[in-house]
Nanobody, 125 residues
């Protein structure tokens, strides 16, 4: 099994920045792609960003140019730097991991194998 623990959520004003972190542990040989999803109340879950083991990233159109996903050298921690935050970015953000090596954004629209419990991001106007 793979365990994922997110941190870094909180309350921020519109235009501000937050950095989310996600630490993976457990059966790390199962981890290849990682990603960030979000779900706002009453809305469907959305894939925000995915990042391959080699660092290739893909983003939802709604966050392109504002959010940046990255992984550390050990590839067991991923980050989501969120800049120019908007009230519509308010959601629970979930870290996820998958054993797939698929590189396209569309590979993970339906989800990944492993999930964190989420961290709440609230952007006030």
């Amino acid at each position: 099994q793979v365990q994922l623990v997110e941190s870094g959520g909180g309350l921020v004003q519109a235009g501000g920045s937050l950095r989310l972190s996600c630490a993976a542990s457990g059966s790390l040989f199962r981890v290849n792609a990682m990603g960030w999803y979000r779900q706002a109340p009453g809305k469907q879950r959305e894939l925000v960003a995915s990042i391959s083991s080699g660092g290739r990233t893909n983003y939802a159109d709604s966050v392109k140019g504002r959010f940046t996903a990255s992984r550390d050298n050990s590839k067991t921690t991923v980050y989501l730097q969120m800049n120019s935050l908007k009230p519509e970015d308010t959601a629970n953000y979930y870290c996820a991991a998958d054993s797939s090596s698929c590189l396209g954004y569309g590979c993970y629209l339906d989800g990944m194998n492993y999930w964190g419990k989420g961290t709440l991001v609230t952007v006030s106007s």
